[in-house]
């Protein structure tokens, strides 16, 4: 079974500029996350999404992120426009309710300079 | 408040050994899980074992097991037996409530390192 696919695996802009990073969950899981992950610190969570409606977007800097996931399968994480500070790792998961945990996928590097 | 503290920056443990990294957690709900996860190099992230608050015995998974204390609210994850490829950074994580869908809260992590 083919687990948690994101693409771009690494993404390098200028500031101001926009980036679009994508992730298609393990098949049948109704749950998406995606979170962020600064140098040296854990993974922080952005948004998560049931089926396709977001249910907590409470962390999600919706003055420059946007985020949809059509058809409640594949997701689209948004910035317009990048700042320094969105230099990170963005990570998407995604889980099924009967399973305990959440399965990652390997993330998208993205460098602001 | 941090939700999960993670002490430990680095720890370092030759191959063969057992090594604990240490996990403490802050909350007031009665229900929460407890996760552990690999981070090597390549970037993912890879679950390794999971406690939740209301099981008895502690959680074990092959070379993987967690000491649950649940008095001292911590979930140090033990790896008996180490090998060259456990060097990675381990997170420990909770889920509060303990319910499918919660977000994951991360602590800062520790860098494992095992020489040969």
């Known amino acids: 079974e083919a687990g948690v696919v994101q693409s771009p695996r690494y993404k390098i802009i200028e500031k101001k500029q926009p980036v679009a990073f994508w992730c298609n969950p393990i098949s049948g899981h109704n749950t998406l996350y995606w979170y962020r992950q600064n140098l040296g610190q854990g993974p922080e969570l952005l948004i998560r999404?049931?089926?396709?409606?977001?249910?907590?977007d409470s962390q999600l800097p919706k003055d420059r992120f946007s985020a949809e996931r059509l058809k409640g399968v594949d997701s689209t994480l948004k910035i317009q426009p990048a700042e320094l500070g969105d230099s990170a790792v963005y990570l998407c998961?995604?889980?099924?309710?009967?399973?305990?945990?959440?399965?990652f996928g390997p993330g998208t590097r993205l460098l602001v300079l | 408040a941090q939700k999960i503290t993670q002490t430990q920056p680095g720890m370092f443990v030759q191959e063969k050994e057992a090594v604990t990294l240490d996990c403490t957690y802050d909350?007031?709900?009665?229900?929460?899980?407890l996760f552990w996860y690999k981070q090597p190099s390549s970037g993912e992230m890879i679950f390794l074992i999971y406690q939740g608050s209301y099981d008895e015995q502690n959680a074990t998974e092959g070379r993987y097991s967690l000491n649950f204390q649940k008095a001292r609210k911590s979930a140090n994850l033990v790896i008996s037996a180490s090998q060259l490829g456990d060097s990675a950074m381990y997170f420990c994580a909770m889920r509060e409530p303990n319910q499918a869908g919660t977000a994951l809260i991360f602590g800062k992590g520790t860098t494992l390192s095992v020489s040969s």
């Open positions: 998961a995604s889980s099924l309710a009967s399973l305990k945990t959440q399965y």
């Open positions: 999404y049931e089926n396709e409606e977001a249910v907590d």
């Open positions: 909350t007031s709900d009665q229900s929460y899980g």
